[in-house]
């Protein structure tokens, strides 16, 4: 495994904590434009997987600035993307309860349909569900702020991560309680991984990789 450097990225997370849908990716680039590239990927909402997990699951999405390996910031991507359902007015992704409302509404509409009689005043809490939600989530168009998002992130300081390494991840232990990347990683490698299985993932951008080590399938260190 090649050892951990003291380097600059930015890191795309997209992520389930254990226990829900166990989905996780980690795209750690120093270029904005490659994170861009991969966060378009999940705002295309294909098979409304991307609502899905973010509205029904409440998944981490958010961008990390690592400097010299120092995680010094995050920006939670919920307060710049607005969801939008057929022809109603769009809603803040970080607005919880007006999206479950919404879900339910169209819920109602597919009751309808099939002569269930359900009480239109009600909204149900996070963990309820229904099959219908699925094509719901479908429905939606997931727009981004990216102009925002860029204003709130630092130009990275050399050496920057570059293909074959890994940086080091580390948090300020004076800092309260803060917010971990996935699994508490301590360290990251170039490139579009799903860390739950460990799968380095194609990124949409054409860039050379070298090819991994026979015992480099240890992608993340945890705490």
């Not at 509205?55 to 995680?71: K, P």
């Not at 022809?87 to 099939?114: C, H, I, Q, T």
């Not at 429905?139 to 709130?152: G, K, Y």
């Not at 170039?190 to 993932?201: A, I, K, M, T």
């Amino acid at each position: 495994m090649a050892p951990s450097q003291e380097r600059s990225c930015y890191v795309l997370e997209l992520s389930v904590q254990p226990g829900g849908s166990r989905w996780a990716e980690l795209h750690a680039y120093p270029r904005l434009d490659h994170i861009r590239a991969c966060l378009d990927v999940f705002l295309e909402n294909g098979g409304g997987t991307s609502a899905y997990h973010a509205i029904g699951y409440g998944a981490t999405l958010g961008i990390w600035t690592v400097q010299r390996g120092d995680v010094v910031n995050f920006v939670d991507l919920y307060d710049f993307i607005q969801v939008r359902h057929r022809d109603k007015p769009p809603v803040s992704l970080a607005d919880d309860k007006a999206l479950r409302a919404l879900v339910y509404a169209r819920r109602l509409e597919f009751y309808a349909e099939e002569g269930e009689e359900v009480d239109a005043e009600e909204i149900p809490d996070a963990d309820d569900w229904d099959d219908y939600d699925l094509t719901t989530y479908e429905e939606m168009t997931l727009e981004l702020d990216w102009s925002a998002v860029t204003a709130r992130l630092a130009p990275l300081e050399p050496p920057l991560l570059a293909p074959g390494e890994r940086t080091m991840a580390r948090y300020d232990p004076g800092k309260k309680k803060p917010r971990y990347m996935y699994a508490q990683s301590r360290s990251v490698r170039f490139g579009s991984y799903e860390v739950e299985n460990g799968e380095r993932l194609e990124p949409p951008f054409e860039i050379e990789m070298p090819e991994p080590d026979d015992d480099d399938d240890d992608d993340f260190d945890e705490d």
